[in-house]
């Protein structure tokens, strides 16, 4: 059975979330490959880690500029980045997270970015009224990837449908979880 290396990186994910410190091995019994495959196309875990990061970079890019977050209404750009940032936020997360990940070079850089521009869209907000003002900008950004992640392995895990998530993420985000 042909495998590709998006495969393969794809079934670390869930691995990876659930142990940051899984095995190769670990790792190939979930893509359901041996070890010696993996290692073929990631000749050590710091390269199948640095892979992932790369990919997740990319991804977390190309997500933020679908979204025009700079550009677009505050509404549009915050539906386009819930649609958006949903399905690579449990990656970006694991990527984003850990300390051997962003030492690679250029790594940190590009994940920073990431991050300031999300901060800065959140911040956007707030001036212009979409967000409370009375929480740092920070911590919202901060919570919508924590809830973004939390949609991503409820997916994950059968829980909740990929068509449900974005919705319900923004509507706690917005709401809060108290009744009406």
Same mark, same amino acid.
């Given at each position: ?58 991804? &977390? ?5 679908? !979204? =025009? ?7 549009? %750009? @915050?539906? #386009?980045?819930? +649609? ?18 962003? &030492? ?5 850089? !590009? =994940? ?7 901060? %800065? @869209?959140? #911040?956007?907000? +707030? ?54």
């Amino acid at each position: 059975m042909p495998v590709t290396s998006d495969e393969l990186l794809d079934a670390a994910v869930p691995v990876l979330m659930r142990d940051r410190g899984a095995s190769m091995k670990e790792i190939a019994t979930a893509a359901g490959v041996s070890r010696t495959t993996l290692i073929r196309f990631f000749p050590t875990r710091d390269v199948l880690m640095d892979a992932l990061a790369r990919r997740a970079v990319a991804e &977390a890019t190309r997500a933020l500029d679908a !979204a =025009a977050l700079e550009s677009d209404s505050v509404r549009e %750009a @915050f539906a #386009a980045l819930t +649609q958006g940032f949903v399905p690579i936020a449990q990656v970006w997360g694991l990527v984003y997270t850990d300390r051997q990940v962003l &030492a690679a070079p250029g790594m940190q850089d !590009a =994940a920073d970015r990431i991050g300031e521009r999300i901060d %800065a @869209f959140f #911040a956007r907000g +707030q001036s212009e009224g979409f967000f409370r003002q009375d929480v740092p900008a920070q911590w919202i950004s901060y919570s919508f990837s924590g809830l973004a992640e939390t949609a991503t392995e409820l997916i994950r895990e059968g829980l909740m449908g990929p068509k449900q998530a974005p919705g319900y993420l923004a509507r706690l985000l917005l709401d809060g979880a108290a009744a009406r």
